[in-house]
């Protein structure tokens, strides 16, 4: 009896055994890299519209794919305009891309980095981030385009790498068959190369075909016209921009990508200005605003946050620096923080006393190297011709810092070369800046003042008609009318 219970056991055990082979071998094999690929498609594509639980798409996503994943989770996050749980995800990414710097992984992270850097203005850390991408082969790959779901993942790149980009995304699109990666990426070459273009011309017909050929979505539907709305308002057809953008009014609000419902927005908010459709004037000027205000703040704390994180990765490089030579180079350490500390306190001595003759010292006679000065200037010139003077978070020491210089010896140059302290020099430009578009461009005539005071990057109505008045003798009602007349 009791071989034929270990018999019976033994053939019982087998079964089981058969069954979880079998259960494992249909679970793994279901998840083929068709399978993966087109679960990939669905979150990109998911992405663009807020109704849909694409978190829990990612977080399925990840079992298969964590790299993959974190990318994915990342891109959303900066997509909906979410910067700081963007910022401590590329955080957490950062240690295990370093690891490899000739991974895509690393490449993936460089681009994500390098793309809320532009997005938040750390120009010196862009430089770096481009030498690091200079001589990867994944730029001239198809591996980057699933990062593509918004323009601002290419403007890092100079113009003819982010054609090259885009098109290396087209043509592999077209071989999976991927229409809404075609859709998109078609609008972004076009956008990039400009309307006027022959090749954009072609690259908005495909989108507009493939549009028509499928039932791709609002989303898709909203940034192609919201495109074909600018090329319309380009050519003063504000009726045609407005029965364009019109009938997106309600499914806006649900669309994740903030930079397109601003842009949306303000297209929509022209349109319907010029063709005096005013019914619901308020309320797309209101949204357009509330998301450019959410979004300035957003931004102002994921700066500072990513510079304290610059900052303790310096603090903890050179901790790991002093800690190899302590324990390898026990001696030439000890020499080289003697040198170092030398000539730290030097420095800090002369600089002490840098300072206080500085603060004993009038403005006028503040002595500036004729070297600092020159590059100062220089820095300055590029600064107007840029003209991110329009941009509210402008002040001296933001500037300064920019510039790679200290507040004193910047203001000292503005009061001696721009006639001006930097507050009437910044408003001066920023008031040129505006006449300029209102004499150009008759449709500025148009906008409330409101809008003009926001557009060349004055946070108050009051203080801009008080600095417009003092600088064109003139209040901007005044001088509209006068133009207009």
């Known amino acids: 009896m009791d071989r034929i219970k270990k018999i019976r056991w033994f053939f019982s055990a087998a079964r089981i055994l058969r069954f979880l082979c079998m259960f494992l071998y249909v679970f793994y094999s279901a998840q083929t890299k068709n399978d993966v690929d087109i679960l990939k498609e669905e979150i990109l594509d998911k992405m663009q519209d807020e109704n849909h639980n694409v978190e829990d798409l990612i977080k399925y996503y990840s079992k298969i794919s964590p790299n993959d994943a974190q990318i994915l989770n990342i891109k959303f996050l900066l997509l909906k305009g979410d910067y700081e749980e963007g910022l401590n995800k590329i955080f957490l990414l950062e240690n295990s891309a370093k690891k490899d710097k000739n991974s895509e992984l690393f490449f993936q992270y460089q681009c994500l980095y390098g793309q809320v850097c532009q997005m938040l203005g750390l120009a010196s850390e862009l430089d770096v981030i481009r030498d690091n991408l200079k001589n990867s082969n994944y730029i001239k790959s198809g591996a980057f385009t699933e990062l593509a779901l918004d323009k601002k993942s290419f403007e890092i790149f100079p113009l003819s790498d982010r054609v090259a980009i885009i098109k290396s995304g087209i043509k592999s699109y077209e071989m999976t068959n991927n229409v809404i990666g075609l859709i998109q990426s078609n609008i972004w070459l076009a956008e990039i190369l400009g309307y006027y273009n022959s090749e954009s011309k072609l690259a908005l017909n495909s989108a507009l075909s493939l549009l028509k050929k499928t039932d791709s979505g609002v989303y898709y539907g909203m940034l192609i016209d919201n495109y074909l709305a600018k090329i319309y308002l380009k050519q003063n057809n504000a009726q045609y921009a407005f029965n364009a953008l019109a009938k997106y009014q309600n499914a806006a609000a649900h669309i994740s ?69 302590r324990n390898i180079y026990f001696t030439i350490f000890i020499a080289f923080i003697l040198v170092l500390a ?26 500036i190297p004729d070297k600092t000065e020159k590059r100062i200037l220089n820095k300055l010139e590029e600064f107007e011709k840029s003209q991110k003077y329009i941009q509210k978070n402008v002040s001296l020491k933001t500037l300064a810092q920019q510039f790679d210089t200290n507040p004193k010896y910047l203001s000292e140059i503005v009061n001696n070369h721009k006639n001006s302290n930097f507050n009437t020099y910044i408003n001066n430009l920023r008031i040129d800046y505006i006449v300029e578009k209102i004499k150009k461009n008759p449709e500025y005539r148009k906008y409330k003042v409101s809008y003009l005071a926001d557009e060349c990057g004055f946070s108050s109505h009051s203080l801009f008609t008080t600095i417009f008045k003092n600088r064109m003798d003139l209040s901007p009602t005044e001088f509209l009318q006068k133009l207009n007349e």
């Open 257 to 325: 990508n903030v930079d397109l419902k601003a842009d949306f927005y303000k297209n929509l908010a022209i349109s319907s200005a010029n063709i005096k459709a005013f019914d619901k004037l308020d309320y797309i000027n209101k949204s357009y605003f509330t998301i450019v205000e959410n979004q300035n703040a957003k931004r102002a704390v994921a700066r500072a946050m990513l510079v304290n994180h610059i900052n303790k990765l310096n603090d903890d490089k050179l901790k790991s620096q002093a800690y190899l030579f």
């Open 342 to 367: 030398v000539i730290y306190f030097s420095h800090k001595s002369r600089q002490k006393q840098a300072e206080g003759a500085a603060a004993e010292t009038d403005a006028k006679n503040f002595v």
